[in-house]
């Protein structure tokens, strides 16, 4: 079983759709972040979250650190926000563990 | 843009070939990171470099080279590689890697190895 477990694996809504993707672990963590990567490959951090709630644009990432899980939702989404979405975790205790990934969420937004 | 390039985007290298990917970033950052991601699979780490001292190796092969020059330069040197190794290599940095700071991604080398 994975350590960090994204659901839904694929999504496909509509342009302007409330979109929510789920992310739970199951070990200590310092910090989650959400990741953006677009086709080409190349990623973009979005959020690193510790607690509590952050809000970007149209972007929204909660976390709650007692049910160990976090949510990335996207408003009035757009084809442009159709992209594959990481969710990746800090283990809690420092070290050079770097992040530990789900395997993404691909969310594909139709005019 | 992240402040984080890496050159060449895409590399085709037989099995035979030596290669060197390049990881460069203008961040004032500490620490650097190599992660491979393969199709359908979690993103993996592969080394992490702080301060220009390796302090992670994941079990990676020893085809896999890597060489910090300076806390700015990070090398992912290639030899005698096997085609299960095309993937996504990806090079991150961030502040220091004690603290639970942000990644930040470069572009990624798009490699094939026939």
């Known amino acids: 079983k994975n350590e960090v477990e994204q659901s839904p694996q694929n999504l496909t809504a509509q342009e302007g759709e409330f979109i929510t993707i789920n992310c739970s672990y199951s070990?200590?963590?310092?910090?989650l972040h959400w990741l953006q990567q677009h086709p080409g490959g190349g990623i973009v951090s979005l959020f690193m979250?510790?607690?509590g709630k952050k809000k970007h644009g149209r972007l929204i990432a909660t976390i709650n650190i007692q049910e160990k899980h976090s949510s990335l939702h996207i408003t009035a989404s757009h084809p442009r926000d159709s992209a594959v979405y990481i969710c990746?975790?800090?283990?809690?205790?420092?070290?050079?563990?770097?992040?530990?990934f789900g395997k993404g969420t691909h969310l594909i937004i139709q005019p | 843009e992240t402040g984080v390039t890496q050159t060449p985007r895409h590399l085709v290298m037989g099995m035979t070939n030596k290669k060197s990917l390049k990881c460069e970033q203008h961040?004032?950052?500490?620490?650097m990171y190599w992660y491979k991601q393969s199709a359908k699979k979690p993103l993996e780490l592969m080394f992490v470099?702080?301060?220009?001292?390796?302090?992670e190796n994941n079990s990676v092969p020893s085809r896999f080279s890597p060489e910090c020059p300076n806390s700015s330069h990070l090398f992912l040197h290639l030899h005698t590689l096997q085609p299960e190794d095309s993937a996504l290599y990806l090079c991150?940095?961030?502040?220091?890697?004690?603290?639970?700071?942000?990644?930040?991604f470069g572009p990624g080398t798009r490699l094939l190895v026939l």
């Open positions: 991150a940095s961030s502040q220091d890697f004690r603290l639970p700071e942000t990644q930040y």
């Open positions: 070990v200590g963590i310092s910090a």
């Open positions: 979250l510790s607690s």
């Open positions: 990746a975790v800090e283990r809690s205790g420092g070290g050079a563990d770097g992040l530990t």
């Open positions: 961040l004032g950052h500490n620490a």
């Open positions: 470099y702080n301060f220009k001292e390796q302090t």
